[in-house]
Nanobody, 112 residues
Framework: QVQLVESGGGLVQPGGSLRLACVGS????NQWDLRWYRQAPGKERD????????????DYADSMKGRFTISRDNTKNTIYLEINNLELDDTAVYFC?????WGQGTQVTVSS
């Protein structure tokens, strides 16, 4: 079955950077568009970015443009989300998504 496993979260100071990873299995990885979402405490899950199966196309939520970069390495069945200049409001659980399938998420906490 489809499995998605996120990693790379942690505690980061404001202004820092992180690169999150999501490894997929159980499906033909390079044929699926994949997405990143996040969910802050007490809030709804928000779309961040999407990347096409071949990695040539990416789009972002308007509010996420500039500090977030999505990428993928199909040789490793992995997508990435790089977040720069982290802000307190970036504190959330970050999830990757493939269709109706979700990973368990990785916690990002931004705190001084």
């Amino acid at each position: 079955q489809v499995q998605l496993v996120e990693s790379g979260g942690g505690l980061v100071q404001p202004g820092g950077s992180l690169r999150l990873a999501c490894v997929g299995s159980g499906f033909i990885f390079n044929q699926w568009d994949l997405r990143w979402y996040r969910q802050a405490p007490g809030k709804e899950r928000d779309f961040i970015a999407r990347i096409s199966g071949n990695g040539r196309y990416a789009d972002y939520a308007d509010s996420m443009k500039g500090r977030f970069t999505i990428s993928r390495d199909n040789t490793k069945n992995t997508i990435y989300l790089e977040i720069n200049n982290l802000e307190l409001d970036d504190t959330a659980v970050y999830f990757c998504n493939a269709g109706a399938n979700w990973g368990q998420g990785t916690q990002v906490t931004v705190s001084s």
